[in-house]
């Protein structure tokens, strides 16, 4: 299917998954069969991280220090914090959201005004803790069990098995991911089932119609639970 027949205006690709089921794989692959742009919510906040003034903010709310000798966020010292305690993982969320909201909102702001059949694959590990998956037109689920998503992500970042089942705990259960999407997508067989799998999702893909931001997503600082 030629992306180029697509109508015109804002179309938003949500991606879900457990932890450790390649979601940002899919999404990389979605944006680039679509010609699509993703945002990528980890990278969004990666940004943020560099910021002192966001890094002052988090000691200030958490009442601890965040920063290592040099001034840069200590990234274990932050996830053992937040991933061992909920209320501390609420108030990091609570001073990093606004700022990913709002970069997203500009960004999807950006492609409507483009003209163009413009898609946005958003790659956000809370989408429906968030309320994002509200402003999708489709959302995929990608399917790995989860003692398989365990042995990946531990060897990929280090993990013991414990830190893959408390960042399992902070998100919403597998299961009701895969209830929640539009469609499915199977990520145990290997890239090329991978890519059959999403050249077939593209083509239902092209059966969406556009939806302007105004009606997904007013402001950036407003909740999109509120449009419901």
């Given at each position: 299917m030629d992306v180029e027949s697509f109508r015109a205006g804002l179309h938003v690709v949500g991606v879900t998954g457990g932890v450790g089921a390649g979601k940002s794989t899919v999404a990389?692959?979605?944006?680039e069969a679509l010609h699509?742009?993703?945002?990528?919510?980890?990278?969004?906040?990666?940004?943020?991280y560099k910021d002192?003034?966001?890094?002052?903010?988090l000691?200030?709310?958490l009442d601890s220090p965040i920063r290592d000798s040099t001034g840069k966020l200590d990234r274990p010292a932050l996830g053992q914090l937040i991933f061992a305690n909920p209320e501390a993982?609420?108030?990091?969320?609570?001073?990093l959201h606004?700022?990913?909201r709002k970069k997203m909102w500009e960004?999807?702001?950006?492609m409507e005004k483009s003209g163009t059949a413009a898609w946005a694959i958003l790659d956000v590990p809370l989408l429906l803790e968030g309320g994002l998956d509200l402003l999708c037109d489709f959302v995929v689920h990608v399917s790995v069990p989860a003692a398989e998503r365990c042995a990946r992500a531990c060897a990929r970042h280090g993990w013991g098995p414990e830190t893959w089942e408390a960042r399992e705990r902070a998100q919403i259960p597998e299961a009701e991911k895969a209830a929640r999407a539009d469609g499915m997508l199977d990520n145990r067989a290997g890239r090329d089932s991978l890519q059959a799998q999403i050249r077939d999702l593209v083509l239902k893909l092209h059966c969406?119609?556009?939806?302007?931001?105004q009606e997904r997503w007013p402001t950036w600082d407003q909740d999109p639970l509120a449009q419901q």
């Open positions: 990389k692959a979605l944006a699509g742009t993703l945002l990528d919510a980890d990278a969004i906040v990666a940004e943020l002192p003034q966001v890094l002052s903010s000691e200030l709310t993982r609420g108030l990091v969320e609570s001073v606004p700022g990913v960004t999807l702001h950006e969406l119609p556009p939806r302007p931001l």
